[in-house]
């Protein structure tokens, strides 16, 4: 009944209002119009004289200019085509093709993170000798005044293929919000999001590898929102079917995968520029399945079923004389990473010795590096990778039925590397790189690794974000 | 309670730190343009600058303050033509400001409304790094910023319909003096006229074609691509048997090879300013000019 009123009573005020608006806003209209009208008139004139003189200047060059003198291609006019293909259309496309030359001191097929549930993803460095690695393949393009896509596909150097990247995006349903949804890189904290053709190093972070198997991919919807400051505050959620590791596919109705994030940053002058950020995630897995060796040295496939609860910090500081990056530049980044998870792990899924019982671990892990570009196109960088394996509560081992050494990767391990790194851009669009590591991810011996790399951006020119 | 309403507080001294609220607010990417629409806009606008005049306008930084002011822009001013590609996508895409994305009112590239020069006709990065819509670097014409500036008085009365005749009496104000000061400028560098000069980066073409200058060739050898110590000599002679006036470069450029090139050819090196801010004297817009043609002034004797 209140409303009806309302709404009947804002209709009576609308009709009463409006042509009390529209006569006071016609005149004004009209008044506009004409004065606009006039200062078109006086424009076209000016620049039409302009341009006389313009003509006049340019024969004047063209008679007096002496030998190898700039040629002045003049703009075509606007083509209005008539016989349109379609193409004009098409996406923006870019293409990355990247390679590395490797030497590991160690076997690259037994790399592990010692202390740490494999995550049966993207771990370790690039193989040895000459190996291909991920030819990405970009498209984007507004789809419409609503909407714009973008695609990433990469063409793994074994000929696998995967999605990498394909998502719609929404700007502006709200002021400040933009909203995502298909399958984008997770905004967990910074280095997540960025695609590896444009990390400071080879390889990823030691805690992203652990944590996430390589990057963390949602396949679901993240909406984020820009507050109307200065400073720039940040906050965002996503929703996800949660199938990546820590995850995996359970097959109900719902979200599996929940994450909020915050940013804030800032600049101190043009010269410094900062920006820090805040992750909660949380993910659920049934059946995550993967191989370790029994007390006897035998092969066996555990599983963890139950929840992940992770949070993140991190911090980017960068610096460059009054904000010119191409000369010189200089960024600091580190990220920390915690995770929780609990539930019950089965040793030996399927197999004779099939028992279950709780599991509790607390991990984390963090890494810190710098880059700095001393010159024109040549950088500098060095990364300190640790993790921590932390308190891990197993009830099998607990309650006398398994010894510890029935779960050798979950043993005490605090996992380190040191990577040092010298990078040449000859071009924005090229980039070739050498880099060291010492490794110290598995339970014993440092792996001494080399490795070369190449990064070259064909097509569209990418934009980077902070 | 008291956690409560110290965050309440601090939500409300954060929304307040926003940008003047009466203000149209304004967006440029560089100096040059926040140093129009300021002109334009007088104390009706608030301009945020989002590079210092000592910034190479095709490498900035999609820092955060960028997206926090991209956020709550009303008009965002940029060059287009490809020069903002690196960095201006990425605004537009995570600020998420709806009335800014190009193609609607908010959103002007300046290139647009002027007569591009060096539009290239093979489109090949093997050129180094070129435009396809030609050479971004326009506004070192005066004409070309007095056609943009009519486009940005349009959009200002627009987008603030209710302060639409101040901004046509202060375009009409801005047009006089400007026009007024390029007879001005024009008349001064008469004798610039045929100057041959040897910029380092193409950044200078517009300028060069507005004095009737000579470009004789570049210290870069393609767009965006630094000279080695090799090409470098090899331009000791091709200058020597050219002739050349100066050798300039924009304050945001490596000062080393123009240097050293200044030393080994003995033609005067010029610094010039490049955009508003670039040098003391190029105050304003009026200001840019005329330290520009007096650094030039200075070597053609």
């Keep these: ?466 | 309670m008291v956690r409560f309403r110290c965050l309440a507080g601090l939500l409300v001294a954060l929304f307040a730190s926003a940008p003047a609220q009466a203000a149209l607010s304004v967006f440029a990417c560089l100096p040059e343009w926040a140093s129009l629409a300021q002109e334009l806009g007088g104390d009706k606008v608030s301009v945020y600058q989002a590079s210092s005049p000592l910034q190479d306008p095709h490498r900035i930084e999609a820092r955060p303050s960028l997206v926090a002011h991209m956020r709550s822009a009303d008009l965002v001013i940029c060059t287009g033509a490809e020069l903002e590609t690196g960095w201006l996508p990425v605004l537009m895409q995570t600020a998420g400001n709806r009335n800014v994305q190009p193609g609607t009112p908010g959103y002007i590239a300046a290139a647009d409304y002027i007569e591009r020069l060096e539009v290239p006709t093979r489109l090949d990065r093997a050129e180094g790094d070129i435009h396809p819509s030609g050479n971004p670097h326009i506004h070192l014409d005066p004409r070309n910023i007095a056609k943009v500036a009519a486009v940005v008085s349009d959009r200002l009365a627009k987008l603030d319909s209710k302060n639409a005749a101040f901004y046509a009496a202060r375009g009409d104000d801005f047009e006089t003096r400007w026009g007024a000061a390029i007879a001005k400028w024009e008349q001064q560098s008469a004798p610039l006229k045929g100057m041959r000069l040897v910029p380092y980066h193409k950044d200078s073409v517009y300028l060069i074609h507005w004095l009737g200058m000579v470009e004789v060739m570049d210290i870069e050898p393609k767009p965006g691509i630094p000279p080695s110590a090799g090409y470098l000599a090899e331009l000791v002679d091709k200058i020597q048997r050219n002739g050349a006036d100066a050798i300039t470069r924009s304050m945001y450029t490596d000062p080393k090879a123009a240097q050293w090139l200044s030393e080994h050819t003995h033609v005067p090196l010029v610094d010039l300013p490049y955009t508003v801010g670039g040098t003391p004297g190029a105050n304003d817009l009026f200001g840019l000019f005329d330290d520009i043609i007096a650094r030039l002034e200075k070597v053609r004797k």
């Excluded at chain 1, 970009?138 to 909407?147: C, G, M, R, S």
């Excluded at chain 1, 990433?152 to 074994?158: L, N, S």
């Excluded at chain 1, 040295?297 to 963890?304: E, R």
């Design chain 1, 1 to 466: 009944m209140h409303a009806r009123v309302f709404v009947a009573g804002l209709t009576v005020a609308a009709t009463a209002c409006a042509p009390l608006a529209n006569a006071a806003t016609d005149s004004e209209i009209q008044q506009l119009r004409d004065e606009l009208t006039a200062l078109r008139s006086d424009y076209a004139a000016r620049i039409g004289a302009l341009e006389t003189r313009l003509a006049a200047v340019q024969t004047t060059v063209e008679q007096s200019a002496p030998v190898e003198p700039a040629p002045f291609v003049q703009p075509p006019l606007a083509t209005a085509s008539s016989g349109s293909s379609g193409n004009e259309f098409n996406p923006a496309a870019s293409l990355i093709l990247t390679g590395t030359y490797g030497q590991q001191s160690e076997d690259p097929a037994n790399y592990q993170i010692g202390g740490f549930i494999p995550t049966n993803g993207d771990v370790g460095p690039p193989g040895r000798s000459f190996q291909l690695g991920e030819s990405e393949l970009t498209l984007a393009a507004n789809i419409d005044p609503y909407f714009s896509g973008y695609f990433v596909g990469a063409f793994e150097g074994d000929n696998g293929t995967s999605v990498e990247e394909a998502f719609v995006s929404h700007v502006g349903l709200v002021p400040g919000a933009t909203i995502k949804f298909g399958r984008f890189l997770s905004d967990f904290g910074y280095l997540n999001e960025i695609h590896a053709h444009a990390w400071d190093f080879v390889d990823a972070p030691l805690a992203l590898q652990a944590f996430f198997g390589g990057q963390l991919k949602q396949d679901g919807l993240q909406a984020r929102w820009v507050a109307p400051t200065s400073l720039l505050i940040e906050v965002g959620v996503e929703f996800g079917l949660g199938d990546q590791f820590p995850g995996t596919d359970r097959d109900k109705n719902d979200f599996n995968s929940m994450m909020a994030f915050a940013h804030l940053g800032g600049d101190v002058g043009f010269s410094h520029s900062y920006l820090l950020g805040a992750t909660l995630y949380r993910s659920k897995a049934t059946d995550r399945t993967y191989q370790d060796l029994d007390q006897f040295g035998a092969p066996v496939t555990d599983a963890f079923t139950g929840d992940t609860d992770m949070w993140g910090l991190d911090f980017v500081w960068k610096w460059a004389p009054d904000g010119n990056s191409v000369e010189r530049n200089f960024k600091l980044q580190a990220e920390y990473f915690h995770r929780n998870e609990n539930g019950s792990l089965t040793f030996d899924q399927d197999g004779p010795g099939d028992a279950t019982g709780n599991y509790n671990s607390d991990q984390s892990g963090w890494y810190a590096q710098a880059v700095y570009q001393f010159m024109p196109r040549w950088r500098f960088g060095a990364r300190y990778d640790r993790l921590d394996s932390g308190s891990t509560d197993i009830g099998l081992v607990r309650s006398g039925l398994l010894p510890s050494t029935a779960f050798p990767i979950l043993a005490d391990h605090d996992p380190r590397r040191t990577t040092t790194m010298v990078d040449f851009s000859p071009s924005e669009f090229s980039r070739l790189r050498v880099q060291y590591a010492w490794d110290q991810a598995r339970f014993t011996d440092t792996d001494d690794e080399l490795s070369l790399q190449y990064i070259m951006s064909l097509g569209a020119h990418g934009a980077h974000k902070f």
